[in-house]
């Protein structure tokens, strides 16, 4: 893999905050879920207890992903209008760090790895970048090609050997060695993947394609696709289960969510979040698991809404209000 460039992590538009004593629990040791709010240019945080949105904030130019470090404390936003990463404590959403990426970056896919470092993808740049101690004074960035047009989204491995893109444009999945100077390797996986995500055990890894209307199960190293499995329309989004025995993708052009099996790699169930009529109106994109994986969060970003599906009935049980255009999701609780 050919490691591009060693970057130094710019100064926060606002300095980094020193962490006062128990300003780390997430959301007080409440649940919640956050959400970029795309078309706002705002981060909000949403209780999941009352359902009302507790705290927004302004943020870098249309915000798309996000996640929660390993702990609850901090959320990281992609900024996928600029050139940055931007870094909030959860509690109460003040912004504590601003890592620049470089010129055109415009970073999206964004994963918060349980080693505590950051991986993101940067569209402009065909790459995506490991941030190295994010929290820290002495944060790194070290910059990895994919040489592929549209570095969408991305997956990293339990061990942090590898990660994965999806890119729309080259309509391939890239698989790229973190520590070796090894060149990535991509291959062709249906039409326009969007969708990634990483089997719990590491053992396979799922995409989806909203062109083909389709999800695959790939090799995770040799990048054979192993199987295919008919979906929903236009699945854009995909979420492996926290407990590994199901995949879930997001269904933007008919509102549904289609369940497969991993055991079998079969698709089980279809849960109607909106159904095809609303579903032009809503906007299905970005999908994320509870923890104990009972619900399940589905952003509507035309209606300003999240969907809190519950798993076991597939009923909608109630919509939370976001800001203008919510799409990224995360979740700590």
């Not at 190295?132 to 942090?160: C, I, K, Y």
Request: hydrophobic letters at 40%.
């Amino acid at each position: 893999m050919r490691v591009l460039s060693l970057l130094c992590l710019a100064a926060a538009a606002c300095a980094p905050v020193a962490e006062e004593p128990g300003a780390g629990s997430a959301a007080g040791g409440e649940a919640a879920v956050f959400v970029a709010n795309k078309f706002g240019n705002s981060l909000s945080k949403i209780d999941l207890a009352s359902g009302k949105e507790v705290a927004r904030v302004d943020s870098c130019a249309n915000p798309h992903e996000l996640a929660t470090s390993p702990d609850g404390t901090h959320v990281a936003l992609a900024c996928y209008g600029g050139t940055s990463v931007d870094v909030f404590r959860a509690s109460d959403l003040s912004r504590v760090k601003r890592i620049e990426l470089g010129e055109n970056a415009r970073p999206h896919g964004i994963v918060w790895h349980a080693n505590g470092d950051l991986y993101a993808s940067a569209e402009g740049r065909r790459s995506i970048f490991w941030i190295r101690n994010p929290l820290s004074e002495n944060a790194e960035a070290f910059e990895f090609s994919t040489g592929q047009e549209g570095t969408h989204m991305l997956a990293v491995a339990p061990d942090a050997r590898h990660a994965w893109t999806v890119d729309l444009g080259s309509k391939t999945v890239t698989l790229v060695d973190l520590l070796t100077r090894r060149a990535p390797r991509s291959v062709e996986v249906g039409i326009e993947p969007e969708g990634i995500d990483l089997a719990p055990d590491g053992e396979t890894l799922w995409v989806s394609a909203r062109g083909s209307d389709k999800a695959f199960a790939v090799d995770p190293q040799t990048l054979e696709v192993r199987h295919e499995v008919a979906t929903g329309d236009f699945p854009l989004r995909l979420a492996v289960r926290p407990q590994g025995d199901v995949a879930v993708t997001s269904n933007m052009a008919d509102g549904s969510l289609t369940v497969i099996d991993l055991a079998t790699a079969r698709a089980v169930r279809t849960i109607e979040v909106s159904g095809r009529q609303e579903a032009e109106e809503r906007q299905q994109v970005t999908i994320v698991w509870s923890e104990d994986g009972e619900r399940i969060y589905v952003a509507e970003t035309g209606t300003d809404t999240i969907a809190e599906v519950d798993f076991a009935s597939g009923k909608v049980l109630r919509r939370l209000a976001t800001g203008d255009g919510g799409d990224g999701l995360a979740i700590v609780g």
